[in-house]
């Protein structure tokens, strides 16, 4: 019951949004306010890696921290782990590999499971890119102070699923 209350008033608002007789104004919705945001930190990111000489993209980067703080880990729980599918998991380590920046390993108890490790230059472009990462997470989160950021982090951490292993 409260869930729905809840709902009709979320709609509500966003009739109150009317434009040119649509019933809500498409760009205020949370959803493209979301995907905003994550084109946003997509681009900082970058620009930050490209100031650093590098060409990893963000989904590269999630995936060699990844790796590097969980060693020997298998692909699909790497998938799990940072909230992407296998199949781009996999790609991205392809082109990841082929950098040598990571290397999948045969695992001795399963000649099918591959064990990922970060290779010294994966470490040396990781300490390379750490404070251009922290100084996009700073950029991203200025314009609120500091009890906000603490706030949004807990709540976009709230509104994320949960990944099931």
């Avoid at 970058?46 to 060693?71: I, M, N, R, W």
């Avoid at 692909?75 to 782990?81: V, Y």
């Avoid at 390993?105 to 591959?114: E, G, K, P």
């Avoid at 970060?118 to 040396?124: F, K, P």
Wanted: charged share 20%; aromatic share 6%.
């Amino acid at each position: 019951m409260a869930r729905a209350k809840a709902a009709d008033e979320r709609l509500a608002r966003y009739q109150q949004a009317s434009v040119n007789g649509y019933p809500y104004v498409f760009r205020d919705l949370p959803g493209a306010l979301i995907r905003r945001l994550q084109q946003s930190v997509a681009f900082q990111l970058t620009k930050q890696f490209e100031a650093q000489g590098s060409d990893l993209t963000p989904v590269q980067y999630s995936v060699l921290a990844a790796v590097c703080t969980h060693p020997s880990i298998e692909q699909g729980e790497l998938a799990d782990l940072i909230g992407h599918d296998r199949a781009t998991v996999g790609g991205v380590l392809d082109r990841l590999e082929k950098k040598q920046y990571v290397r999948r390993n045969l695992a001795s108890h399963d000649r099918r499971v591959r064990l990922l490790t970060v290779s010294a230059s994966g470490v040396a472009l990781l300490k390379t890119l750490s404070p251009a990462i922290l100084e996009a997470q700073d950029a991203i989160l200025a314009p609120l102070d500091p009890g906000e950021c603490i706030q949004f982090v807990r709540l976009l951490a709230k509104l994320v699923p949960t990944q099931k292993g």
